[in-house]
């Protein structure tokens, strides 16, 4: 899949229009989190977020999804500014936060009977959504008998069921092992083919953000603002193998480069920095 031509004249599917965030501050100020960020990403297109920690990625979606309110700026969709939680926007948190004591089909029909749907066309629904990421046969059963990435398949059958125009994905991968990560991405690709939706993702791994992205923005340290937007030229359909090419390496080095020195500083004390390579 290539990354959807915008129709002409039509607005992106997401705009952030220069967000600003600050936390209060112990000493009564405020804490400068983001700084002038502006980003639109067109219907379909998959855009990663990569930064040092603390460089507000986390906040930048919780900002899209209303979760907190941006101090300066606005966030839009298809034009139209947001001013609160809604239908347009599903957000898929690191941890699968699923509820114990409901089955799989059940935890994934949760938010549309939040919603109002009806029990039967929310189960029907919900099974779609089940056998899109892979766990027909499981519907039955309970969290605890799932492994780490099928919950969290479960955890985006869940977000996908409301159908929403926008998925918000945190770290969604980031508690699985090496090996199951690499699957869970490969399987995200296929579900986001197949569904053509428009994704937001934050990530701290490099790999991960070349992999799955057609654009890679790069945060700065705090205050987090737009150091950079890299375009992925990689074609699709991507493998594993993908990530032992040449060219995937290059990307990867290059983010690297652009976030090396914010990392460096929040590790190692100025007067004992040494030099890392990647």
Request: no cysteine; proline share 6%.
């Amino acid at each position: 899949m290539t990354m959807p031509a915008a129709t002409p004249g039509a607005p992106p599917k997401l705009q952030l229009d220069h967000i600003s965030h600050f936390f209060p501050a112990p000493d009564g100020g405020r804490l400068e989190v983001l700084r002038d960020i502006s980003l639109s990403l067109n219907a379909g297109e998959f855009v990663t977020v990569i930064g040092a920690s603390g460089s507000g990625k986390t906040s930048l979606l919780r900002i899209v999804d209303h979760l907190i309110s941006a101090d300066e700026g606005s966030v839009l969709i298809d034009g139209k500014k947001v001013d609160g939680p809604g239908g347009k926007l599903s957000f898929v948190f690191q941890r699968d936060s699923l509820l114990p004591w409901r089955t799989v089909v059940a935890n994934v029909s949760y938010g549309l009977e939040l919603r109002g749907v009806p029990k039967p066309q929310a189960r029907d629904q919900a099974q779609a959504y089940v056998d899109l990421v892979g766990l027909g046969g499981f519907e039955r059963y309970l969290p605890h008998q799932l492994s780490g990435g099928m919950r969290q398949r479960v955890n985006l059958a869940r977000a996908l069921a409301v159908e929403p125009d926008v998925l918000l994905m945190d770290e969604p991968f980031a508690a699985l092992d090496a090996q199951t990560r690499e699957m869970m991405q490969v399987e995200l690709m296929r579900i986001w083919q197949e569904t053509g939706k428009t994704v937001l993702f934050v990530t701290h791994q490099l790999d991960e953000a070349v992999f799955l992205a057609d654009r890679v923005v790069v945060l700065s340290a705090r205050p987090g603002s737009v150091r950079e937007i890299i375009d992925i030229d990689i074609p699709r359909p991507r493998t594993i193998d993908t990530k032992r090419s040449e060219v995937f390496q290059q990307y990867v080095a290059q983010l690297w480069s652009h976030i090396q020195s914010d990392v460096i500083r929040d590790f190692v004390p100025q007067q004992h920095a040494v030099s890392v390579s990647h």
